[in-house]
Structures are given as structure tokens and as C-alpha cells.
């Protein structure tokens, strides 16, 4: 396994971007992390970006998530055609929420095409009901829509390969932080060593670092539905939505799953909210299968969002989404030759190509 320049921990969104970066501008690197696996029976570490689709915006209720998004979304077309992976699909964004206009102002200072929209519109343009008096409609259009995290996660993995990192499928269990260079115990029982070490471990955070970063680790559930034929659906945010056991939702329009599905996806956050502390309890988690209630939920949701559609529930399933205290990404250094990258705050994938970036400047500024 031997010994690299950097080594990236944690092969999600982030760290392939942060790879690619690394290798791009020259660096020796290896990137670490387990290959995603066939079910979620065995041992974790899993992640948040084990899913088909994604929603990218420029828009955003906060200045840098939309810069962050831009920087990214520019890169799109050029990780796309350096890895022969299309990821993006831009079938536009609609948001619900009280304050939309704030979001797409926003978005409209980062050169973003968005509007207003009223509910008649909305209903004749996508058939999606606005039920909540006192949400305002925003459209924003092309580039926002869907990616596919898994195909972005191969590409950025496939162009910093040929850039020269080294990719392995392997989990970092041990940390010498106070050595120099840096120890890395491996779960196959290898080390490795690194003059620097970037770790992007996703909701795993801190832990394996044995440092106490706070992350609050949201165990969340997702529903996948099919839908008769129907006006073709954009992505949507709704803050608030009618169901008195949602606090927010979101969907990404049917996509193709691995099955040959076309199944459109509906995810939120739940009254109460679930919340894990370890690394234990998001591994059970996804070993779980998740909550059938929250499943309802937001079935029912579905339902009632999709009034002229016929929608039937295929299958709901586990998913896990971090939070920062501040609302944004720790990226910092914690020594001299160890930086973190990690919380998306549910908002990351869109964005993770420049906080791969960002991570990368971190790091060999420390
Ligand atoms: C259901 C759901 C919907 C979402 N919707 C959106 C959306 O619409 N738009 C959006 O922009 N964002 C969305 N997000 C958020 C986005 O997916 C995350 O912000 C993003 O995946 C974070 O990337 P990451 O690299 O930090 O973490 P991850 O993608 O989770 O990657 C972390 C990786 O680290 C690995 N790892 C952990 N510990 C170790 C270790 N010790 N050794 C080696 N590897 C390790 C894990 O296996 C994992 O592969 C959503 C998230 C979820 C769960």
C-alpha cells in the first residue's frame, strides 16, 4: 500500500472531488473508501450519495451554497466528458416555500434563469398542486435538475485515476495523527502512510479520528414510487409541506434505478426527527430498512402533491444526512498534515465538486 504524498479518506462526493483536484494539480494520491455494496446487510461504513439522483440548483436561501453550486455545476460538462459519464440531467427546479423569492434573488445575483410562477401555472406546466396558501412558487431552469450521485462519484473517481491517484477499496479503521507522516490502519490489515491526510467521511465525521466535531446525523428514509404517463416533472423543494408529520420534503423526478425502474424518489424530514450519535447507529440504520411511518408519510405527500397522477409505491429505503451546527460544510484542518471535509447539510452533492476543491486548498495550505 505503501506511502503517498496525500491520502484522501473516504470515497463519497466529496473525496473523489477532492482527488481528482489533488491529482489534477499534480499530487501524488491515493484515494481510500469502500466500493458501494450490492445491499446493506454487511458492514458499513455507508454513505449518502447511495441514490440515482440528486436535485442541483443555483439557487439557494444562503449566498455560498449558491456560489458553491455555480463553481460546480460549471465543471459538469467537463467531468462528463473526461470520464465518458453524463451525470446531469437539467430538467429545472420548482420550490415551495414561503420565502422562494428570497432563494431565487439569489440565485438570479449568481446569473441563475428563474421566476415566478402562480399555482395556475404551475398546475398546467407540471400537474404539481400548491396546496399551502402562503407558499410562493419559484422556477428556476436549466442547468438546475437532477444529477446522479453514484455516476458523479464514478466519473470523479475514473478522471482522477487518470490523473494518476490511486484508487483503493478499503476502509481507513486506525489513525497515527501524531506521527509524521501520518498512519493509516487499514481494515484489511494494511497501513499506509501520507505526508497529508483529507478526510471525507461523510455522516462517519470525526470518529475514526477520535476528535469531537459535531455532526448531527439525520437517519432518514426515502419512498420510491412509480407514475402513470404524465407532463414531465422538474425537481421541488417544499418547505412545510401539508403533512403534519413532514417538516420539509424534496423529490427528483423518475429516473432510471439500477432494476430498469423509472421511479421517482420523494425524501424529507420528519416530526420528530431521527436522529444517530454513532457510527453504530447509522450502520443499524441502513440495516434497518428504514421507517415504513416515515414511508407513509411521505406517500401520502406524493399523493397529494400529484393530484391528476396515478402514483403506486414501489419501495422505501435508508438513507443518512449530516448537519454542521453553522449550516455549511466543515472544512478545516486539525493539524498540520490532517484536514476534514465533511457535512453536507443535505445540499452537498450539487456542490461537491467545489468543496472537493476547497477541501484540497485546505489541506496543503495547513
Ligand atoms: C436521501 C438524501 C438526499 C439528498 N438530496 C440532496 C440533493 O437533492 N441535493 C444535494 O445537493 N445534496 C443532497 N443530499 C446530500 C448529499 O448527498 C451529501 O451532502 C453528499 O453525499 C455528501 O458527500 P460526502 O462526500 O461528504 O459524503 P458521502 O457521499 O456519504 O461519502 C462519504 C464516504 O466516506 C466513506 N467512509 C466513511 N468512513 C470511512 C472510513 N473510515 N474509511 C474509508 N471510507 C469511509 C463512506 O463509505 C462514504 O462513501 C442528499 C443526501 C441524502 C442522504
Known amino acids: 500500500m505503501g506511502h503517498h504524498e496525500v491520502i484522501v479518506v473516504g470515497r463519497g ?23 458501494e455494496p450490492d445491499d446493506y446487510r454487511g458492514a458499513g461504513p455507508f454513505s449518502s450519495h447511495f441514490d440515482q439522483g440528486r436535485v442541483t440548483r443555483i439557487a439557494a436561501f444562503e449566498e455560498p451554497w449558491g456560489t458553491w453550486a455555480k463553481a460546480s455545476i460549471e465543471r459538469y460538462a467537463e467531468i462528463a466528458r473526461r470520464s465518458g459519464i453524463n451525470f446531469h440531467d437539467p430538467v429545472g427546479l420548482v420550490v415551495l416555500a414561503e420565502d422562494a423569492e428570497r432563494a431565487m434573488s439569489i440565485g438570479a445575483g449568481l446569473g441563475a434563469d428563474v421566476s415566478m410562477l402562480t399555482t395556475r401555472e404551475l398546475r398546467n406546466r407540471t400537474g404539481i398542486a400548491s396546496v399551502v396558501p402562503e407558499h410562493r412558487i419559484a422556477w428556476e431552469g436549466a442547468p438546475a435538475g437532477v444529477i446522479n450521485p453514484r455516476a458523479l462519484r464514478d466519473a470523479q473517481v475514473i478522471c482522477a ?8 477499496d478499503d476502509v481507513v479503521v486506525g489513525v497515527q ?4 507522516p501520518v498512519s493509516l490502519t487499514l481494515r484489511s490489515g494494511h497501513t499506509m502512510t501520507a505526508d497529508r491526510v483529507l478526510f471525507c467521511t461523510g455522516a462517519y465525521g470525526a470518529e475514526v479520528l477520535g ?9 432518514r428514509t426515502i419512498i420510491l414510487a412509480e407514475l ?10 417544499i418547505d412545510n409541506p401539508p403533512h403534519p408529520a413532514l417538516e420539509e420534503a424534496y423529490w427528483v423526478p423518475p429516473v432510471v434505478w439500477p432494476n430498469g425502474k423509472h421511479l421517482i424518489k420523494i425524501g424529507g424530514d420528519s416530526i420528530p426527527m431521527n436522529v444517530g450519535t454513532d457510527a453504530d447507529q447509522i450502520d443499524d440504520w441502513f440495516r434497518s430498512g428504514a421507517s415504513e411511518q416515515e414511508g407513509d408519510a411521505l406517500f401520502e405527500l406524493l399523493e397529494t402533491l400529484l393530484p391528476d397522477r396515478l402514483v403506486t409505491r414501489y419501495a422505501h429505503k435508508p438513507c443518512v444526512v449530516s448537519y454542521t451546527p453553522a449550516g455549511v460544510p466543515h472544512i478545516t484542518s486539525v493539524s498540520d498534515s490532517i484536514s ?15 468543496l472537493g476543491r476547497l477541501a484540497m486548498v485546505e489541506l496543503l495550505s495547513s
Request: glycine share 14%; aromatic share 2%; hydrophobic share 40%.
Open 228 to 237: 402513470d404517463p404524465g407532463p414531465e416533472l422538474p425537481t421541488l423543494i
Open 13 to 35: 462526493l466529496i473525496g473523489s472531488a477532492a482527488a481528482r483536484h489533488l491529482a489534477d494539480a499534480g499530487h501524488d494520491v491515493a484515494l481510500v473508501g469502500p466500493i
Open 161 to 168: 485515476s487518470q490523473a494518476g491517484a490511486t484508487a483503493i
Open 211 to 219: 476528535i469531537d466535531i459535531p455532526l448531527q446525523k439525520r437517519l
Open 340 to 354: 476534514v471535509a465533511f457535512g453536507g447539510c443535505g445540499a452537498g452533492a450539487k456542490s461537491s465538486d467545489e
Open 177 to 180: 495523527r501524531d506521527e509524521q
